[in-house]
């Protein structure tokens, strides 16, 4: 089935440590994203992608980072990981701007 | 400016009913306004789009208006069930933009049987 896969599914990190959320997509989208989900804050773009080899900042982008050696994969790197980044997180991809988004299943993250 | 005003925060309504979401946006060069609907425990899927040359789309019991002067568009379910509660975020964006969809905050609705 075409779609994003995301992996955890869930995790809990002690604080101070590293972590990687990953995110593969099938769909051969240009464009991906990762988003942060919190109660009622919404969701909030932390990076972005429009194409493989080319990042950029979202809206929260402070203590993410992310790359995109290849189209299919974007994973989020959380360097030292903070209790404030207990999320769900959402990885997103779409066929170019203007378009609309798949989403995955979300990994939820607790920093403790 | 880049903000997406989604209202209400919570909707409860009865089986048949029709809940009204509404969400109003300030960058008048947004031009794609999508909403998602998300289950619990499952990420956002598309449910519907607009693009600001129509007033209206419907899709099955779903419809979008929008009104371009207003700077405002709206969700409407019609002969809303239980298996339509769920989270349902509005968004928007500009084609020719980097700058990605913007979300509104989201309403939780509750269809009660």
């Known amino acids: 089935i075409a779609g994003i896969t995301q992996a955890p599914t869930s995790q809990i990190l002690a604080a101070g440590r590293r972590m990687t959320l990953r995110c593969t997509q099938d769909m051969r989208h240009n464009a991906m994203y990762w988003y942060r989900q919190d109660l009622g804050l919404g969701l909030r773009l932390i990076h972005y992608?429009?194409?493989?080899?080319t990042t950029g900042k979202g809206e929260v982008p402070d203590g993410y980072s992310v790359s995109r050696a290849n189209t299919d994969d974007f994973p989020l790197t959380l360097a030292s990981a903070v209790p404030s980044q207990t999320s769900v997180y959402f990885c997103?991809?779409?066929?170019?701007w203007g378009t609309g988004y798949t989403f995955g299943s979300g990994t939820r993250l607790t920093v403790v | 400016q880049q903000q997406v005003k989604q209202s209400p925060q919570s909707l409860i309504v009865q089986k048949g009913g029709i809940p009204i979401i509404n969400c109003a946006y300030e960058n008048t060069a947004f031009d794609y306004f999508p909403w998602y609907q998300q289950f619990p425990g499952k990420g956002p899927a598309l449910l519907i789009a607009?693009?600001?040359?129509?007033s209206e789309k419907k899709e099955g019991r779903f419809t979008i208006s929008f009104n371009k002067s207003a700077k405002q568009f709206s969700l409407h379910i019609m002969d809303s069930q239980p298996g339509d509660s769920a989270t349902y975020f509005c968004a928007a964006s500009r084609r020719r933009s980097q700058g990605n969809l913007i979300f509104g905050k989201g309403t939780k609705l509750s269809v009660k049987p």
């Open positions: 607009i693009r600001p040359d129509v």
């Open positions: 997103a991809s779409s066929e170019g």
């Open positions: 992608s429009n194409t493989a080899g």
